[in-house]
């Protein structure tokens, strides 16, 4: 799918998850630091610290920018 390939875009290393860095990155330049770790916890609903699609579709509605 579509948001599948965005968020291989975004997950660098290929390890299915996307971790602080990669977000930051899939974030640009929008937002501060503290803004961006704040909305990465948010959605890291089982706190392993990385990002799985599906964490990220349930909080974008399946929207990778």
Do not use: F, G, K, T
């Given at each position: 799918?579509?948001?599948?390939n965005d968020f291989n875009r975004f997950d660098s290393?290929?390890?299915g998850t996307m971790s602080i860095d990669e977000y930051r990155s899939y974030n640009g330049t929008t937002g501060s630091n503290?803004?961006?770790?704040d909305d990465f916890?948010?959605?890291d609903s089982n706190g392993d610290?990385?990002?799985s699609?599906?964490?990220?579709n349930a909080r974008t509605n399946g929207s990778i920018r």
């Open positions: 799918s579509s948001n599948s290393d290929s390890s503290a803004r961006i770790q916890r948010a959605m610290n990385y990002l699609q599906s964490e990220l």
